[in-house]
């Protein structure tokens, strides 16, 4: 037996490969098919059940192209009708998998078809449990996230609370559970870093699994203080229930090569989105205007699914040489299937053809809090979430969180100057370049952000 995490951090998601005598199960894909494949070929094994803890909102699924592909059985818990052939398996049914078997546990909660697989060995003895996104290390589902659920979200947590106590705490302290997200997914409000841990270490540590908490209490933490969900989460879920392109199809039509002229003309002619994935340094010396900074050295997937509400858009890229491929690819992991190309030679062919170009001014941590120490009445927006401004922040400073920018710009004036500040720079910068495409002309990033600006003497103070 062999149980393989396959993590992916911009995702903050973790799929898995379990083979046992050469038969293989996957659990929860990505979008992209050919690492599973070309794993199972190499070492001569056969993909024989896709496994689905439940219609994902966070990113695209791979289990309908590798079923197509493989021809393996896709297996949802009860409750999931989707408009693709599968398996809905009976709660407690088991699946033999060469000498282990995988048993179902439905635990509605997250949602109401989620469900749990359970791992055997070849002994019998219960060793993995496989959570989805019912029991994250540290934390557990939002219950927040149905689609067209006439349940409210009280009612699932109150599910999730019964599923908990029901169906997995009553299980083995030393079963390993291996969950479908860590920290940095928004499935979750405070999820661990680590990737995998034992039951029993989280019946001591996660607040979701006191042993003396009620229902109620359980109901009232999970879900207070949540945030709205990004945008795209229903529709990455709807994706992922009724079913979607093939992932090759998207990647022939987004990974081609266009000239200057060709790129300029499908910007006019379809109204695509410039969407520029290179260093936030380099994009701020020169960049395509209009366009859209949102760097793949961050969490690319999750803004562009937060900032850019088509999930239809027509998208051309502007990217570093080389990275054409994993940014058609990491769109297409969260439903934006409609790029149309990118640009040869990149920004550097789009300066040599003489078009026009802009930047984005920026100032170091230190200039502006000689400004502000100056006297200098300054506009400064911190764009973090409401919990890090809370915690501390430049005195004065306007909390404009960027997961919700469309939600204020209406207290933004083109009129004014506007320096911009996340905790490190890439947020800021993404920020900086919305409102330039919106035709704000005075907006200066300050680099590297909350981080350099707490070292110097600019008057920082606490949310009361």
Not at 51 to 65: K, L, P, Y
Not at 182 to 201: I, V
Not at 227 to 238: D, G, I, R, T, V
Not at 302 to 313: A, C, E, R, Y
Request: glycine share 8%; hydrophobic share 35%; aromatic share 10%.
């Amino acid at each position: 037996m062999n149980i393989e995490q396959i993590y992916t951090g911009c995702l903050a998601q973790g799929a898995y490969y379990i083979e046992s005598e050469g038969e293989v199960a996957i659990i929860d894909p990505l979008r992209e098919t050919d690492p599973y494949i070309n794993r199972a070929a190499k070492q001569h094994h056969t993909i024989k059940y896709i496994f689905e803890t439940h219609f994902h909102a966070d990113f695209v699924s791979g289990h309908v192209d590798l079923a197509n592909k493989t021809g393996a059985k896709i297996i949802f818990g009860p409750g999931a009708n989707t408009d693709y052939h599968i398996y809905e398996a009976k709660d407690q049914e088991e699946f033999t998998l060469g000498k282990i078997k995988i048993k179902v546990l439905h635990t509605p909660g997250h949602t109401p078809e989620s469900s749990s697989f359970l791992l055997k060995d070849e002994t019998g003895r219960e060793h993995a449990l496989f959570s989805g996104d019912t029991l994250f290390i540290g934390d557990v589902g939002r219950p927040d996230l149905a689609i067209k659920s006439d349940l409210t979200c009280e009612d699932l947590a109150g599910f999730l609370f019964d599923s908990l106590r029901s169906k997995i705490m009553t299980l083995p302290d030393d079963v390993i559970v291996y969950p479908a997200h860590g920290a940095g997914s928004a499935c979750g409000k405070n999820m661990s870093s680590e990737t995998f841990d034992t039951l029993g270490n989280q019946k001591k540590t996660n607040y979701a699994l006191r042993a003396d908490m009620t229902r109620d209490e359980f109901i009232k933490e999970v879900t207070e203080d949540l945030l709205p969900p990004p945008q795209y989460f229903a529709k990455n879920a709807a994706l992922n229930k009724f079913g979607y392109e093939s992932i090759d199809t998207v990647m022939k039509r987004g990974v081609v090569p266009l000239d200057v002229k060709e790129f300029d003309d499908i910007v006019n002619q379809t109204g695509a989105l410039v969407l520029d994935t290179r260093d936030r340094e380099t994009f701020k010396e020169g960049f395509v205007p209009n366009s859209i900074f949102i760097g793949l050295g961050g969490l690319f997937a999750s803004w562009v699914g937060t900032l850019i509400p088509d999930i239809k858009q027509p998208i051309v890229l502007i990217t570093d040489e080389g990275k054409e491929e994993e940014t058609v690819l990491r769109l297409a992991r969260v439903g934006y299937d409609n790029t149309l190309g990118y640009l040869e030679g990149g920004f550097v062919a789009w300066k040599n053809a003489g078009k026009e170009t802009e930047t984005i001014a920026s100032i170091s941590a230190e200039t502006l809090a000689d400004q502000i120490n100056g006297g200098n009445h300054t506009l400064v927006l911190d764009v973090r979430k409401p919990v890090e401004y809370q915690s501390e922040h430049i005195e004065n400073s306007v909390n404009i969180p960027l997961n919700y920018l469309n939600d204020y710009m209406d207290q933004l004036t083109k009129d004014h100057s506007y320096f911009i500040y996340c905790q490190s720079g890439y947020r800021s910068m993404i920020m900086a370049s919305i409102l330039k495409a919106r035709g704000f002309e005075q907006v200066t990033d300050v680099s590297k952000g909350f981080e350099a600006l707490q070292q110097t003497k600019v008057p920082l103070t606490e949310h009361m």
